[in-house]
Each structure stands twice: as structure tokens, then as C-alpha cells.
């Protein structure tokens, strides 16, 4: 079964520090990768999705098969950046838009 | 348009009672879910539905009916609440079955005493 592993539940920087949000993935098939972020009093949103391949608020992330990986990177972080951030997958084969998430890394960026 | 949208905001249940949380779409989106959120374990999907007329089972389906009578609504209903069932619950939808950004709904918290 396909499975999302976000190994850190709380990442804590200082503005203007590099941050990195790791995921790894298990899943034998070709997957879609997507970054969600939910901030404080807000609705789940898409940040970044692997296919397009495009910067959204200064993040990016890419898609590494051979470690199965998608870290999400970010070279400056902003207090604005603080949120919950999940990592979700969808299989490529299935029925429906079906995603699996990780458990979710909080991002806390502190002046 | 409104998005997605859900009802009520809160709600406190006593355990064995039933109720419905509703989910509203009015972007003529073909696929709808049910995620429950709990700390730790992230989003887990509940029920979904690639069509009117057409729901399947999720990775956590227990104690939890859906229906699809129309393309926009897509009721989840609980049927005997227990208090495992103490979660924040999102409805989400995509405008396709096969892909793209999912639109989530602000959420629904329950808790059961």
C-alpha cells in the first residue's frame, strides 16, 4: 500500500533562514506529488504540485524517484511562512483523485 | 462562487447519536471526498465520489455513510457517534476524477462525549 512520511512534526527557524520540509514516499507505481499548506484559520490550499514544476511564494520541491523524496525548500523563510504543511500523494492508477497525506510537518518561523 | 462549503462549524455529540455533516460544491466538480484530520496521522479519506449516483469506501470507512444524490452535495452522515469519532472533518472536490488541485471545504470540528 502507498504510504507518505513526513518525519518531522514541528520544524522551528529564524526568518531568514533555509528551510527544508522533508517527505518520502512509498509506492510502487509512477506518483503525483502535491504539497498542502493549511494556515492558521484558513482552509487546506494546493502550494505546489510536482507535475508543474513552478515556485509558489519562493517554495519548490522536487520529485527524487531514486530516494522517493519530495522535500519541499524554501532558501529564505518568512514569518508568513509559519503554517501546516502536508506532503500527499496520488497513485496514477487508480479510479479516482484519491490522496494519501502525511501526518504533516508545523512550520514555525520566528522574527 | 462560494467554493466549497460545510456545516455546521462545531458540533458536540453524545456518544450513540447521529448525525449529518453536510458538504456543498457549486463548481460543477465530478469528484468529492471525506477526509478526518487528527494529530499526528495527518488527512485520512473517509468516503469519496467520482460521480452523482456513485460513492466508494476510503481508507477509514467504519461508522460512516455518504450519498451522492446530486453533482454538488455530498452529505456524510454518522451513524452511532463514538468518541473515536472526535475529529475535524473536511469535505474536499476536484473538478476531475483523475487528477489536479482539490478544493477543501473550512472544516467541520466534532467532538464526542
Known amino acids: 500500500a502507498q504510504r507518505v512520511t513526513q518525519p518531522e512534526k514541528l520544524l522551528s527557524v529564524f526568518k531568514g533562514a533555509p528551510v527544508e520540509l522533508k517527505c518520502n514516499y512509498s509506492?510502487?507505481?509512477?506518483?503525483?506529488l502535491f504539497w498542502y499548506v493549511q494556515y492558521s484559520r484558513q482552509r487546506l490550499q494546493l502550494l505546489l504540485r510536482h507535475i508543474s514544476r513552478e515556485s509558489i511564494k519562493g517554495f519548490t520541491a522536487d520529485l527524487n524517484k531514486g530516494e522517493t523524496s519530495f522535500h519541499l525548500k524554501k532558501p529564505f523563510a518568512q514569518e508568513e511562512d509559519s503554517a501546516m504543511y502536508y506532503c500527499a500523494l496520488r497513485m496514477n492508477n487508480n479510479a479516482g483523485n484519491m490522496l494519501t497525506f502525511g501526518g504533516g510537518t508545523r512550520l514555525m518561523v520566528k522574527p | 462562487n462560494a467554493g466549497v462549503t460545510q456545516t455546521p462549524k462545531f458540533q458536540v455529540l453524545k456518544t450513540g447519536q447521529s448525525m449529518t455533516l453536510q458538504c456543498a460544491q457549486d463548481m460543477n466538480h465530478e469528484y468529492m471526498s471525506w477526509y478526518r484530520q487528527d494529530p499526528g496521522m495527518g488527512l485520512r479519506l473517509i468516503h469519496y465520489?467520482?460521480?452523482?449516483?456513485?460513492?466508494d469506501q476510503g481508507e477509514v470507512p467504519n461508522g460512516y455513510n455518504v450519498s451522492r444524490s446530486t453533482t454538488e452535495d455530498f452529505p456524510l452522515r454518522l451513524l452511532s457517534a463514538a468518541p473515536s469519532q472526535t475529529s475535524v472533518y473536511f469535505c474536499a472536490s476536484s473538478y476531475s476524477n483523475r487528477g489536479g488541485e482539490q478544493y477543501f471545504g473550512p472544516g467541520t470540528r466534532l467532538t464526542v462525549t
Open positions: 465520489s467520482v460521480g452523482a449516483g456513485i460513492t
Open positions: 509506492y510502487s507505481g509512477s506518483p503525483e
